[in-house]
């Protein structure tokens, strides 16, 4: 991974050399960019070539960005609005004898003993989060695994990790991996990812016949996709 500054900006990008007699640059949908150069070019042209063009790799870095899974910066003090299950919710911290998190009267309240460091807060959420996140996945996905009931594979397992760029993958064998953010989303939002993910146990890759697997399972699909994208801000 080599590294280079246009601006403020930081474009880190890979080389691979090749037999061919032109410079390609592929921005990938999860950002990163890569480099196809002639097997003689130096580093000195490669870097030359890559400022060159480093305009166009950051309009298309954004371009792809707004597909990613984004959470804003939260401060974890009251007042913030914080998301469970597609609804929004305003946070209170307070102090009280042990510390707890509670959904009540249409407040997230996260209760602190002795102090309410933003560090300490942030922990007591995010536990919680992964706590619900834990259940509601692994009962939506009882649910979803019924709809796949015509097609032959075993109930895959869930394991639920934190990833950066991804909703959910499944390494096709057993697994489903799902984001633990994804409890922010509305369940129809959850399912949309366990209905895409369990698909792919049926077709590997995202081609016509996943598509028109994913469409009988969940005709509306698209929908949900878009929510998915667009409002979890
Ligand atoms: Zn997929």
Redesign the pocket.
Known sequence: MRKLKYGTTDIFFEVQRVKRKTLAIEVHPDSSVHIIAPEQSSDFEIEKKVLKRAHWIVKQQEYFEQFLPRTPKREYVSGETHCYLGKSYLLKVKIGEANQVKLKSGQLQVICKENSAPEKVKNLLANWYYNHAEKKFQSLAKDVFEKFKEYDFKEPKLEIRRMKKRWGSCNTVDKIIINPELIKASSKCIEYVLV??MC?FVVKN?NKAFYTTLSSIMPNWQKWKMRLEQKLA
């Open positions: 895409h993910e792919h995202h």
